[in-house]
């Protein structure tokens, strides 16, 4: 629990400081929920069960959202396509959870965004009849928005015709469409969204550390107990046991890794998570004229073309991934698919030069109902293999919360005594208190702290009302008001801020997550790294050999990443991008080189 004398800003600060004294916590304390997994389901149940009064761990091997949730569609819909497949609780469930995040708990990182349903050029009634069946879907959309969406926080849907599609759409051809159907959805920055549930989780008093790998479970008997954790910041130091009462596994698709680990007593999961990959292109939005997104439907699945500030995103493909999960790899040809794909509705078609990022990523599906994982299971499973742990998979990004408070239910129940119940609908995150009013007073900030308007609501949709101490920053620090190297849209005080406040570690952890710079610029952040090194070289004490090794590995997985996106398959993309090595990996060679200059 929080020490009541502390704000919750600053209890729920992720500083190298703080870092220290929870990995003291974990070595001394025992805790009544361990969490493995610092993912959005894992960080959404570090909230839950520490908001119910529970003494709680959070230990994730790399960096918050290193995985699928950093690497989304930047989506928090209600799943238009499962209401045609007639998955109505799916749907209820997932507008639900929209509006609580649109409206209560983090209106500073969901708003709406408007995507047309483009209506196929036909002969006059099947264009009568496509009409009819879409705006009957739209329609059933916001109806249980407005039903049971829990506050719809989203404008209703509108019929458009060709000529207004367009107006809205330049860039659609007129020959493809016959009008459209306007919607909303809920955008967000899903690594944004998950790094304040961390430190949300934080600020209640759960002891949250990344970079710390689960090596091993311990058991005494039949029933998990703790587990050996393995500090990646500190190479060449021990394993220690953490003890828990209870092990949540939120680990994606890593979740039958946790099983292999128990293999010795011959535990079943009860479900196995495969892995689909979804690309992304990045393209700037000077290559498409349209102040709205678009869903098209493929042959395989849906495609979202979805403004992105200065950018666009173009996703997603959705194929089976056997590959390496830390870093799987975007080939050329799942590139020239989405170029294809959107092409087909583009007057200007897009190419290869349009090109600003491309990222690829997991989704975590529950095995074993059809052979295609564009049908496998979004609904989300909680088993408990082993007395003492439990396995949460499935799902997807936009109900974390529903799938964190299953699985802290759960826990709950095995703990036993008198616990509250979830609480986390009511629970605004960290920077969502008053964010209305700081939005509202926007221009009064920025006259008082002596910054442009754009430079307040840039914050301010990031951060939320936390705003105010990047602010605080930059007046104490005047060189921290500049704009980072190479990305003018982002502050040098946001990389400070990630170091000192939101638990980056490395250049990886703030040029890929902590902002997007890796992915919204031509450059892919090689103009911004040395920028950025100097940075976090002060904020994090680097000598100047950690600076150049943090500055060689980034440039290198930038190099694996373009060259991987060239290659023709799967099997050769991943063989490139493997070749730069994991950033966590590069503490080990900086202790050895250490101790070989010591000899």
């Known amino acids: 629990m929080r020490d009541p004398l502390v704000s919750r800003y600053s209890a729920g600060r992720l500083s190298p400081i703080r870092r220290t004294a929870d990995l003291r916590r974990l070595r001394d304390e025992q805790f009544d929920v361990l969490v493995i997994g610092g993912g959005v389901t894992g960080a959404g149940a570090a909230v839950d069960a520490a908001s119910r009064g529970l003494k709680v761990a959070l230990v994730e ?27 109505l609780h799916l749907v209820h469930e997932a507008l639900t959870e929209r509006g609580l995040l649109a ?48 506050g719809r926080g989203m404008p209703l849907h509108r019929h458009l015709t060709r000529d207004g599609a367009r107006r809205l759409f330049p860039s659609l051809r007129a020959d493809r469409v016959a009008g459209a159907i306007r919607y909303f959805d809920g955008q967000v920055d899903d690594a944004r969204l998950v790094v304040n549930l961390a430190r949300t989780a934080a600020s209640l008093g759960a002891a949250v550390v990344t970079s710390a790998r ?48 128990l293999r010795d007593v011959g535990v079943r999961p009860g479900f196995r998570v495969r892995a689909s990959k979804g690309v992304h292109l990045v393209v700037p939005r000077s290559a498409i004229t349209g102040e709205a997104g678009l869903i098209l439907r493929t042959a395989t699945s849906v495609l979202f073309v979805i403004p992105w500030g200065g950018h666009w995103i ?17 080939s050329a040809r799942d590139i020239r698919y989405l170029l294809d794909q959107v092409n087909t509705v583009l007057d200007r078609p897009l190419t290869t ?28 499973a909680v088993v408990e293999p082993m007395l003492g742990l439990l396995l949460v998979a499935g799902g997807k990004y936009t109900t974390y919360r529903v799938m964190a408070a299953d699985v802290i239910d759960q826990a709950v129940r095995r703990l036993g005594g008198a616990v509250r119940p979830s609480r986390t609908a009511e629970l605004p995150l960290l920077g969502a208190d008053g964010y209305a009013a700081a939005w509202r007073d926007r221009q009064d900030t920025a006259r008082r702290h002596g910054v442009t308007a754009g430079v307040v609501e840039h914050l301010l949709e990031r951060y939320g009302t936390l705003a105010v101490h990047l602010l605080a920053m930059t007046a104490a620090q005047p060189e921290l008001a500049a704009p980072l ?18 638990g980056a570690l490395h250049l990886d952890d703030v040029l890929t997550r902590r902002t997007r ?10 103009e911004s790294v040395e920028h950025a090194a100097d940075i976090m070289a002060s904020a994090l004490g680097w000598d100047a050999t950690v600076r150049q090794k943090e500055i060689e590995h980034y440039l290198a997985r930038v190099t694996a990443e373009r060259q991987s996106q060239t290659m023709p398959d799967d099997a050769t993309a991943d063989a490139a991008r493997v070749g730069a090595p994991d950033v966590r990996g590069l503490a080990a060679d900086r202790r050895i080189e250490l101790l070989e200059i010591d000899l």
């Not at 990022?357 to 989300?380: F, I, M, N, Q, W």
């Not at 849209?489 to 990389?495: K, Q, S």
């Open 517 to 526: 710079i890796s992915i919204e610029t031509a450059h892919r952040g090689t």
């Open 353 to 380: 030069d349009d090109i600003e990022g491309v990222y690829a990523g997991l989704r975590p599906l529950l095995s074993g109902e059809a052979d295609s994982t564009s049908k496998l299971s979004r609904e989300h």
């Open 214 to 261: 689960v090596t091993g479970f311990v058991r005494e008997a039949r029933e998990v107990v703790g587990v050996r954790v393995r500090d990646l910041e500190a190479p060449g130091t021990e394993d220690f046991e953490v003890r828990a009462k209870t092990v949540v596994a939120a680990t994606g698709v890593w979740s039958d890794d946790m099983s292999q680990m």
């Open 61 to 87: 091997a790399r960096d918050l959202a290193a995985g699928t949730s950093s690497r989304s569609s930047k989506l928090i819909h209600g799943g238009l396509r499962y209401l045609e497949q007639l998955e």
């Open 314 to 330: 173009i996703g997603t493909t959705d194929t089976d991934w056997q590959l390496d999960r830390a870093h799987p790899a975007a």
């Open 485 to 502: 190297a190479g990305a003018p849209e982002y502050l040098a005080a946001e990389v400070a801020y990630a170091a000192l406040a939101e």
């Open 103 to 150: 409206t209560r708990l983090a209106p500073h990182l969901v708003r709406p965004v408007p995507i047309l349903v483009p209506l196929p050029a036909a002969n006059p009634a099947q264009r009568v009849w496509q009409r009819a069946y879409y705006g009957l879907g739209v329609a059933a959309y916001d109806a249980f928005a407005g039903v049971f969406g829990g």
